[in-house]
């Protein structure tokens, strides 16, 4: 996506010239910013060099036609797979709107083309990205606060009933508290040790992610800003591997100096349970597959395990996971995981039941 100081910048995906052209020169003069592609095998070689914040895309094209590029697209990382979507289409190909619509379009336009209705289009799926970026950030802000705000033995107590291993870290990466399910991880998973004023990692490949993971984080948090990073913890007898997200929680004013400044998320794969689905559904608006996907996914899974898991295509599962991040307010699976860990996930199994 573009810096918020830029003009949002439109791909646009045709294979007639002069009206490729037109349209290009019609969002420059809106002041946009526009890339171009006559085809949808070049289409897919530019994303890889740039990420637009909408596309407008044919149906009919010689090749990969529109629903090529877009089944391709859903299949790519969150950041891309996420772009709003808007087909070109002939008025003859009422039908071609309908599966586009299935497979995850956003809106269409019809052809020729209303430059005015195209504007106005854009404009409005523009701020509807921009609103669930908000809701996303505020979300997270939330859920940081509500971290950051953790003190005495109260606290303590609360943390220590969570099934996921937490720790809390200071400025400077010095251990503020750890709760029991984390000391259980250390004992029990030969990946890290809490000792002294830290978090050490036994795997030296682990160690490396470690450090470049922490020191990111409480960057981002001793800058006021927004931070997830996943990183993986390997056993040092080579016999399994530990998830954990590093999370920020950043700086706010009248802090104490031991105030928390990061968070880490600990779980072993093998050891969790998933959130009830029906709990999912009701705090986030799943439905009843999507509740199954975001389990999944908040359970390690890898999106090809999770289309196996269910039967269908990776298409699919890519049009579910762009619901997600609309109805959850993310852009990103890391942020999508981190949600659904810091929220549901994170309570211990028997109190659902």
Do not use: W
């Amino acid at each position: 996506m573009t810096d918020s100081t830029d003009p949002p910048l439109i791909f646009v995906i045709e294979d007639e010239d002069a009206l490729r052209r037109d349209i290009v020169e019609e969002l420059q003069e809106s002041g946009y910013r526009a890339i171009e592609a006559a085809n949808g095998e070049a289409a897919l070689r530019k994303l890889s060099d740039a990420t637009p914040d909408l596309v407008l895309c044919d149906i009919s094209m010689p090749g990969l036609d529109g629903y090529g590029v877009l089944e391709s697209l859903r299949e790519m990382p969150p950041e891309l797979a996420t772009i709003p979507f808007v087909f070109l289409t002939a008025l003859s190909e009422p039908q071609k709107v309908v599966e586009g619509k299935l497979l995850g379009a956003d809106d269409y336009l019809v052809k020729p083309i209303d430059y005015d209705l195209m504007l106005a289009t854009i404009g409005a799926r523009l701020r509807q990205v921009e609103r669930i970026r908000e809701h996303h950030h505020d979300e997270l802000a939330t859920l940081r606060r509500a971290l950051a705000g953790l003190s005495g033995k109260g606290a303590v107590q609360v943390l220590d009933l969570v099934a996921l291993g937490v720790v809390l870290l200071d400025g400077a990466g010095r251990l503020l508290h750890a709760n029991s399910a984390a000391y259980d991880l250390a004992t029990t998973a030969d990946c890290f040790r809490i000792q002294g004023e830290g978090v050490t990692p036994l795997d030296q490949v682990s160690g490396r992610a470690f450090r470049r993971a922490m020191y990111e984080t409480l960057k981002a948090a001793k800058a006021g800003d927004d931070k997830v990073v996943g990183i993986q913890l390997h056993s040092v007898t080579g016999k399994g591997a530990l998830s954990s997200l590093a999370c920020a929680l950043p700086a706010q004013e009248n802090d104490p100096p031991d105030a928390p400044a990061m968070a880490l998320f600990l779980a072993a794969p093998e050891r969790r349970s998933r959130a009830p689905e029906t709990l999912l559904m009701d705090l986030f608006g799943l439905t009843p597959t999507e509740a199954r996907v975001a389990g999944a996914l908040a359970n390690g899974a890898r999106t090809v395990n999770v289309a196996e898991e269910l039967g269908v295509s990776q298409t699919t599962i890519a049009f579910h996971m762009r619901n997600l991040f609309q109805k959850t307010g993310t852009n990103r699976q890391a942020d999508l995981v981190a949600l659904i860990l810091a929220g549901p996930m994170m309570i211990k199994s028997d109190a659902f039941t």
